[in-house]
Structures are given as structure tokens and as C-alpha cells.
């Protein structure tokens, strides 16, 4: 039982208003996975145009609006900033310390989004400068923003175990070398190569094209890609 002794009053309702002494700010902030089979994960970062902390690398995020919702905001901010539409994004966590913004109580909502890095080359805005930096070695972050970022990979790791959500970082075709690469880079580790192939064909996921990829054998490997509807639903059922 939860005690009632010295605990706050209800807020009082005046009219059409809750009587308050003070509005916390709501943020968004987008944590943006991309991979490279050449660099491995990489986590995407731009530069921050306001004081305190000016010219320090950040996350990419900015403030609800009034009109719109916290998926709204997130896609609006990941547009403005990056040019990056119809990604797959999601909600994270709350991050809610009283001190965690220096300048106003601000709570941030934070978002995961994963996206093919050669699809969005051309699309990140030089204003904010934004720039790909690989999770193992990127630039100490502002406020919380290296929290953000721990807290994120670990639950990619948890996400890659339950669901393959990986495929969203890779290109429409791929081998499955390229696709344990990816692996191994989220969870930073090298898998075993047979029992990760089980894995993946268990799935039911993959469609094993004509093509092979012959750029490091002459016998070549073939190309994969991915069963879009299959992978849509077992995607929805896994967030019923």
C-alpha cells in the first residue's frame, strides 16, 4: 500500500486550466544508428548552435510543439535536421533528471532510428552539420547525451535478439557474410558463422536471389533479400 502521509495535494483544476508554478520543456532527441560494412556501426551526430555547450556534438533533437505529437516531433525533427524520411523510429525512454538540462527543466523523450547509411548520403543537411562517428569512438556528447546513447545500444542489442530489425540497416540486397558483419557489429562480438546461418534461414525472412556477388571469389556468394511482408507482420506482432 502506497502511504498518503506528506504527499502532494492534487492539482487544482481553475476553468479550463491546471493551476501549476512551473512547465517543464518536452524534447526530443533521436538517437540515429546507420552501418557501414567497412567502418561497422556508426551513430549519427550534429553540432550544437546554442549556448551553453555551443560547437559541442549532440544528439539531434529539438521541442515538441503544441500542435503535434512526441512521433510527430520526432519525425519533424529528424527531417529538419537530416532530410531523412520514412525511417524506422522509435521510442526509447524518458529521461527525466531535474538537473539533466542546465539552462530549464526540460524532459527528453528519446528515439531510436535505424537507416541505411548509402540511402541518406546525399540527404544531411550541411547546416547542422551533422556527421557519422562509430559507436566505439565518438566525441564525449552534451548534458545526458552519452546516457542516451549507452542506453540505446544495449536495447538494440536486446531488439536484435528478439526481432531482425538489422535489416534496416542494410541495403535492399545482401550476402549473408554482410549481414553477420552487421551482426557482429551490433553486438560487437564475431558469431559463429554456421550457427548465425541457422539462425537467419529459421526465420523464414530471407529470399536467396539469382545473383551472386563475386567480388571476393571467383564461385561467388549469393545475394539475399528480405520477404518485405513477412517481415512487416512478424514486425507489428512483435509490438502487439
Known amino acids: 500500500m502506497i502511504s498518503t502521509i506528506n504527499a502532494p495535494l492534487?492539482?487544482?483544476?481553475?476553468?479550463?486550466?491546471?493551476?501549476?508554478?512551473?512547465?517543464?520543456?518536452?524534447?526530443?532527441?533521436c538517437i540515429v544508428f546507420g552501418y557501414d560494412e567497412e567502418v561497422g556501426l556508426q551513430l549519427l551526430l550534429v553540432k550544437r548552435h546554442l549556448d551553453p555547450e555551443k560547437g559541442r556534438w549532440a544528439l539531434m533533437g529539438g521541442l515538441l510543439d503544441d500542435?503535434?505529437?512526441?512521433?510527430?516531433?520526432?519525425?519533424?525533427?529528424?527531417?529538419?535536421?537530416?532530410?531523412?524520411?520514412?525511417?524506422?523510429?522509435e521510442e526509447l525512454k524518458v529521461f527525466s533528471h531535474s538537473d539533466?538540462?542546465?539552462?530549464?527543466?526540460?524532459?527528453?523523450?528519446?528515439?531510436?532510428?535505424?537507416?541505411?547509411?548509402?540511402?541518406?548520403?546525399?540527404?544531411?543537411?550541411?547546416?547542422?552539420?551533422?556527421?557519422?562517428?562509430?559507436?566505439?569512438s565518438f566525441p564525449e556528447l552534451i548534458f545526458d547525451h552519452n546516457e542516451m546513447v549507452r542506453f540505446a545500444k544495449?536495447?538494440?542489442?536486446?531488439?536484435?535478439?528478439?526481432?531482425?530489425?538489422?535489416?534496416?540497416?542494410?541495403?535492399?540486397?545482401?550476402?549473408?557474410?554482410?549481414?553477420?558483419?552487421l551482426y557482429d557489429a551490433i553486438y560487437e562480438t564475431q558469431l559463429d558463422k554456421g550457427n548465425f546461418r541457422r539462425m537467419m534461414l529459421a526465420t523464414g525472412l530471407l529470399v536467396r536471389l539469382k545473383e551472386k556477388d563475386k567480388t571476393s571469389s571467383k564461385k561467388g556468394a549469393y545475394f539475399y533479400q528480405l520477404d518485405t511482408d513477412k517481415y512487416t507482420t512478424k514486425l507489428n506482432n512483435f509490438y502487439l
Open 10 to 29: 492534487p492539482t487544482v483544476v481553475s476553468g479550463s486550466q491546471y493551476k501549476h508554478t512551473h512547465r517543464p520543456l518536452v524534447a526530443i532527441d
Open 154 to 181: 544495449q536495447q538494440l542489442k536486446y531488439k536484435a535478439n528478439l526481432h531482425p530489425i538489422g535489416f534496416e540497416l542494410l541495403p535492399e540486397r545482401f550476402t549473408f557474410t554482410q549481414l553477420r558483419k
Open 67 to 89: 500542435n503535434e505529437n512526441l512521433d510527430q516531433a520526432a519525425q519533424r525533427i529528424l527531417y529538419r535536421l537530416t532530410g531523412m524520411t520514412n525511417v524506422y523510429l
Open 100 to 136: 539533466r538540462d542546465p539552462v530549464e527543466r526540460t524532459i527528453s523523450v528519446t528515439y531510436t532510428a535505424l537507416v541505411n547509411i548509402h540511402n541518406y548520403e546525399h540527404q544531411i543537411t550541411d547546416e547542422f552539420e551533422a556527421r557519422w562517428f562509430p559507436t566505439s
